[in-house]
Every structure is written in C-alpha cells, then in structure tokens.
C-alpha cells in the first residue's frame, strides 16, 4: 500500500480479551494506521471483569485512542451498535477483538469495496481456524440465511468488514433481532433495502484462549440456536409486513 487513506472510523468491541488485547491493539496500529494517520479509532469495552479495562486504560494514556468503558455488561450487540453509533467518517472499518484478523486485510476490503462500488462489504474467512462445531454452526446459519432471506454469502456473521456510514445510520436502531449474529441481521437488512452488500476473503487465526471463555461455547450453542432461529422468524415476519 503506497497511498495513504484518510477518514476512516476504525470500531472495536471488546469484552475479557486480557490475553490477547494488547497485541490486537498494537497490532492494527502498527498495520492500519501506518497508511491511515487522519482516522479515529474507537474502542467500546464491555463491562469486563478480567484486567481488560486495566490494559485498556494503560493504552489509550499512551496512543490516544477514543475509549469507551461500560461499568456493566451489555451484551455485544448492544456494544457494537452504541459503538457504530459514535463513528464519524464516511467509511467504519469494524473488527472483532479477538485477534483472529489481520488487520492488512482492511485494505484489500478497501480496494475492493471501491471496485465494486459497495455499500458493506464483508469479509469471509477462506480458511476458518474455529473449532468444528462453531465451523458447522456458522455454515447451518448462512444456509437459514439464504433459504429465509435470500441471502447467500458464505460468512455473513463475519466480524470484519467495511460499512458506508450512511447504511450505518439507516439500519443501525432497527438491529435487535439476532442475539448472537447481528452482523448477519445487518446485512440481511441492508440487502433488503437495496443496499450493494459484496464479501472478500480474509486470513483467519486460531484463538488463542480457551474457547470456554467466549459466548459461542459449545455448553450454550442448544440456547444460541435456539434464540437465532426465533430471531430470523421474528425478521422475516417483519420483513413481509414491509
């Protein structure tokens, strides 16, 4: 990348990511803001109980970063979408805290989305380095995706992607419905709005903590599932209704 990018709203979630947090953080301003200097990047913390908000405060002291901090847990819906809220460039870069991206891959979403005259564009992992049952997980729900909505893409709960700010502020409010995959849900209804929704391939890695200490373990994926199925009857009523 030999040309610099400016205006770009880089938005990040996190939740008890203490073992990983500081390197992710270190890591997309090595990688993003080397080529990005005129953007702002927003971090929401959620409530966490595990050191999180101690390393986040240390780091925003010394990078200046715009930092959130959540006395309670919200949930990452919520979170995300109070943090989507507070972008304020024409483009949001959204990523995932877990350290499974690579932020480089922000620009080839870039030049793509700008090839394809995109609206959203969504990244898919060409190779996921999740446990079998969250692969299996996510391959049943973009097979409800398209069967329910139309919508055939090969990650649509991906926690990285590109959005204009402006499907951001027509969507943002109405995204409730999916619990544990409003991703999905925002790009269902941005698709149903006419919006140019395109995907491009990412690099995915391992975790590197135990999956035990995220909200997709195995324990609770009867519950998930259960609560997702709900949610995409509830949004595809609604949808009719429209």
């Known amino acids: 990348m030999s040309q610099e990018i400016n205006n770009i709203s880089i938005v990040m ?4 990511e203490v073992d990983v947090i500081e390197r992710v953080i270190r890591k997309y301003y090595n990688e993003f803001f080397k080529y990005c200097k005129k953007s702002e990047f927003i971090i929401t913390e959620d409530g966490s109980t595990d050191g999180t908000k101690d390393v986040l405060e240390k780091l925003q002291k010394e990078l200046g970063f715009r930092l959130i901090s959540s006395a309670d847990r919200k ?3 919520k979170a995300r979408n109070d943090a989507l809220k507070l972008a304020k460039n024409p483009l949001v870069f959204f990523s995932d805290s877990d350290g499974q991206h690579d932020p480089k891959d922000f620009f080839g979403l870039y030049e ?3 090839t394809k005259n995109a609206d959203l564009i969504v990244g898919y992992k060409k190779e996921r380095r999740d446990v079998l049952y969250r692969r299996l997980t996510s391959k049943f729900g973009n097979f409800l995706y398209g069967i329910m909505f139309g919508v055939w893409l090969r990650d649509t709960n991906c926690g990285f992607r590109i959005y204009k700010k402006e499907v951001i502020d027509a969507l943002v409010d109405d995204v409730k419905l999916f619990p544990y995959a409003g991703n999905a849900e925002f790009v269902i209804r941005a698709k ?3 919006y140019n929704v395109v995907e491009y391939s990412v690099n995915h890695y391992k975790r590197e903590v135990k999956e035990e ?3 997709f373990s195995f324990r609770k994926m009867p519950k998930i599932i259960m609560k997702m199925i709900i949610g995409m009857i509830k949004l595809r009523i609604e949808l009719i209704k429209r």
């Open 213 to 215: 200490g995220v909200v």
């Open 75 to 77: 949930g990452y819906e």
């Open 192 to 194: 149903h709005k006419g």
């Open 112 to 114: 793509e989305m700008k």
């Open 13 to 16: 979630p996190i939740y008890n």
